[in-house]
DNA sequence: GCTTCGACCTATAACGTTCTAGGCGTTCTT
DNA sequence: AAGAACGCCTAGAACGTTATAGGTCGAAGC
């Protein structure tokens, strides 16, 4: 009903609280920290004055106070949607291990350099840097002074903790889904010099090996659907065609997807096709993508414990890397091969009677 | 070349740089700050300290002991990209303003109420809310406390500010462009209890009805691109089938397009489709969405400006609630309609040769 | 030559919390 | 029965910073 208030109220201290129950104020810490120091009745008093008064601790003043900050500084992109995966598990293994984060987001006006200064500023105790594109030595120079743990990019470092998927592993079982299937034509369009992208191109090859097959075709490929669009159209004029494809990520395989089914390619009928990180995007039921999943949530419980375990002075363990294993989730666009309903290359006549979308004005 | 660092080195503080250039540690402060009180040289030989000791001001010390922190406290959705959008717009705005972000998301497993908790005990001086989904009086509640302001959610509050796209208007430039590309039987695929989504509905039947339409035909949608598979399935057996489609924003559009060109109908040639949000995915030249444009730089450099004001203790505008106006763009999804097209409603045989996905196991 | 002033600097006290040291009573040892 | 041990509580200091109130010194004013 205040139609403008003219003054805020102070916010409630533990002096404030402190007052009111009648007892000193360190008491009043004791109790709110729930530490042994005080008896039942002083509690219960003390709770009470606490709830009347609205009473919240300054994390700031507390902070300072206490060596310890508990806060882990988290680096993320906020437009790449496998980080909003991350984040959340950040967050409950965090949470779980009784730290807070402190989120600091990295855009385009905004880079990774301003973001780990403004959690440097926040006295974090450690820094998790998701997919971060710093150089090697930058990492290793934060890595003086707090604990650093990179996810999802390898990084050449003795000082720096690294907590990532087994990105060949995930490609071979791609690949052997795809030759138990009966394929051996198999392509693999890649992420360029994404973060993981050399790791899945040498599993690619590898599996192939393994698997006795030798007619390796990799394609340029990238990060977007744009990409993958593109790589998708080399992808239909090789000669002779592959009959499936493992693709860097689901954002690039969903450009794929999209060629295809314009040019009339039947997937999986014609064409299979592999993603991976198992993103939302994949999981959508008319996409129904077969991807390799990362485990978003093994990753970022290793991340965080590792990253406490450093705080707690645990001598540093044999690898500084771990490698997650990935798993393969078998959806719609995988299949045997049929070499039966081939047909001649280029776009199917009937499937195009609608005039194809022209690249938009403002592509 | 430390293999295990067995103490790590304390911060530097003022005192540390106070000592080292031989001067009280108020006057450091004085320099740090860049505030008047310091001869030149004094300040040169302060500065070459604090370079020298690595000094970093403690921002939680600097907060507690000024009564304002800087801080602005910012809830976003991790899963939204458009909260992407309008976080990178924020921290732009407040930086220019001198002012910090304190970001905490909201994830599956956190909710509102934590991830407003938390910035409450950062004492932040206000609180901007993406998208929110808490109760009004909760939002009341918290606007008692601090300055508090709701971007892209209308509220029926005299406490709480908002700022947000004009939904109608944006639902009303869509069907004018189709309207005047000649179609007249134009259907809207809507968002539920969505944010927005009323407004976007009202829109759409207001538009209608200036343009002389009187078969207004609204489905229910949702957000997600399962949503609008479904919809579309919909829109498809409706009798007369329109020509067109407004949707409620674009990932709901994308999953329309999908079977709309699954089940072999022409876009833009058999049906014309628009989208909500300007997303990246709208962007994707394989995509191309002809769409409605929030201009989420005006939203977050008016949503900071007006937080700042608040705290500067300017009065209450008339009113609490911005709307920005978006507009549209124009891509390869809208076209006049072909009648001359129109094929029996069902899939196209030849497009399915290939047999149809199912379901994905793991939907 | 005494004030007045301004430029520069310092001492001290906060901010809200937690840590360290202790002070009482009561109960357990021996 | 004296001391140790414990449970409960408080006083005072400290964390790193900034705000306030001086203090010193040379120059200017009369």
Do not use: W
Not at 191 to 204: M, N
Not at 231 to 237: D, I, N, T, V, Y
Not at 299 to 318: F, K, N, Q, W, Y
Not at 330 to 348: D, F, I, K, N, Q
């Amino acid at each position: 009903m205040t139609q403008e208030p003219p003054t805020r109220p102070r916010r409630a201290t533990l002096a404030d609280v402190a007052a009111r129950a009648g007892v000193s104020v360190p008491l009043v810490s004791i109790v709110m920290r729930d530490v042994p120091g005080a008896s039942d009745a002083t509690r219960e008093r003390v709770k009470k004055a606490a709830d009347e008064l609205g009473y919240r601790p300054d994390s700031r003043a507390r902070m300072l106070r206490s060596s310890r900050t508990q806060l882990i500084g988290v680096v993320f992109g906020v437009q790449h949607p496998f980080h909003g995966d991350l984040v959340s598990g950040l967050y409950s293994a965090a949470d779980a291990a009784g730290y807070e984060l402190a989120l600091s987001a990295v855009t385009p006006g905004r880079n990774e350099e301003r973001a780990v200064a403004s959690l440097l500023q926040d006295r974090c105790e450690a820094l998790i840097l998701l997919g971060p594109t710093l150089p090697t030595t930058e990492l290793a120079n934060l890595a003086d002074r707090m604990p650093v743990l990179v996810v999802a990019r390898p990084v050449r470092s003795r000082v720096v903790d690294v907590v990532r998927t087994d990105d060949a592993a995930g490609i071979q079982l791609a690949v052997d889904h795809l030759a138990e299937l009966g394929h051996s034509r198999i392509a693999h369009i890649d992420g360029g010099r994404a973060p993981g992208a050399a790791e899945r191109r040498r599993g690619y090859r590898e599996a192939l090996d393994r698997h006795g097959l030798d007619d390796a075709l990799i394609l340029p490929g990238g990060l977007t659907e744009d990409d993958g669009a593109a790589a998708a159209r080399r992808l239909l004029a090789a000669s002779p065609r592959p009959t499936a494809v493992t693709v860097f990520n689901d954002r690039c395989a969903t450009g794929v997807l999209d060629v295809l089914r314009r040019e009339g390619v039947s997937v999986p009928g014609e064409m299979s096709v592999v993603g991976f990180d198992d993103s939302s995007l994949a999981r959508l039921s008319h996409v129904a993508l077969t991807t390799v999943a990362q485990d978003a949530e093994r990753i970022t419980a290793l991340a965080v414990s590792r990253v406490i375990a450093r705080l707690d002075g645990h001598p540093a363990p044999d690898e500084r890397e771990q490698v997650i294993a990935p798993h393969l989730v078998v959806r719609s666009t995988t299949a045997p091969p049929r070499p039966g309903l081939r047909r001649p290359a280029g776009p199917h006549p009937a499937c195009d009677a609608g005039p194809l979308p022209l690249p938009g004005p403002l592509g």
